[in-house]
């Protein structure tokens, strides 16, 4: 049967990145996607920008909207301290099975839970599943209308702190134009935007990093 363009990324993965080793995996992947087929990884330019976030917070708690493969979950985990978690949420169970591979064999799976299913149903539940308290950074890069509802959803559901980090991805491309709007015009939220283009292209893409100010 034929293969899906996930498992065609994880074959390049076992070939070409050493396990233990996230780095190699990121580098993996970011060179399949150049080299063979393009995919909606974060990717390397917007990565960096990731990273320089990640180690600027320096979270103990980490939510991720949108696993995908896990290319963006392996580049957070091997930045976070020690007992920093990361719990990522991923809607489609063949990429989740992918993701789950990657991170193994980034050797990140300590640090890692993925949860299948969609955000307006597990944000709800995060505190008494996990025992979650409040998420020093949340990365947003799940489906682009949904970026607005699951904000307010964690806010009500009192996961974000005075200083809580939410990063947003591709709020030009595809778009996020109602959580730009909203984040950018809200007393509760300090934002910055970070230009950028689109992973594996030079079509415009940014991030926008906001601040939860309580
Ligand atoms: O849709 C994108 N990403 C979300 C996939 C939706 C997966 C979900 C995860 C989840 C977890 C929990 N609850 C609900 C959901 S839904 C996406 C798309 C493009 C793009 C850009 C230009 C194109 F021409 C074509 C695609 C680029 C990107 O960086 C993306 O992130
Ligand atoms: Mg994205």
């Known amino acids: 049967t034929q293969s899906t363009r996930p498992q065609r990324m994880l074959a390049a993965v076992h070939n070409n990145a050493t396990r233990g080793d996230p780095r190699s995996v990121v580098k993996a992947i970011d060179q399949f996607c150049r080299q063979k087929?393009?995919?909606?990884?974060?990717?390397?330019?917007?990565?960096?920008?990731?990273?320089?976030?990640?180690?600027e917070v320096n979270p103990a708690m980490v939510l991720e909207l949108g696993?995908?493969?896990?290319?963006?979950?392996?580049?957070?985990?091997?930045?976070?301290?020690?007992?920093a978690k990361i719990i990522t949420l991923e809607f489609n169970p063949q990429n989740a099975a992918?993701?789950?591979?990657?991170?193994?064999?980034?050797?990140?799976?300590?640090k890692i839970k993925l949860i299948e299913g969609?955000?307006?149903?597990?944000?709800?539940?995060?505190?008494?599943?996990?025992?979650?308290?409040?998420?020093?950074?949340?990365?947003?890069?799940?489906?682009?209308?949904r970026y607005l509802p699951d904000t307010k959803l964690m806010e009500e559901c009192g996961l974000l702190r005075k200083g809580s980090i939410l990063l947003a991805d591709n709020v030009i491309c595809p778009g996020t134009p109602?959580?730009?709007?909203?984040?950018?015009n809200s007393p509760r939220y300090k934002s910055q935007y970070f230009k950028s283009h689109l992973e594996y292209t030079?079509?415009?893409?940014?991030?926008?990093?906001?601040?939860?100010l309580g």
């Open 202 to 212: 030079r079509v415009e893409d940014g991030l926008e990093k906001s601040i939860f």
């Open 178 to 184: 109602e959580y730009l709007e909203y984040i950018r």
């Open 98 to 110: 992918v993701a789950r591979q990657i991170i193994a064999w980034a050797g990140l799976g300590e």
């Open 67 to 83: 696993t995908y493969c896990g290319y963006s979950t392996v580049r957070i985990a091997s930045q976070l301290p020690p007992h």
């Open 37 to 55: 087929e393009w995919a909606m990884n974060i990717g390397d330019e917007k990565g960096c920008i990731l990273d320089s976030v990640v180690s």
């Open 118 to 145: 969609s955000s307006g149903d597990w944000i709800p539940k995060l505190k008494e599943q996990f025992g979650v308290d409040t998420f020093d950074l949340v990365f947003l890069d799940h489906w682009k209308d």
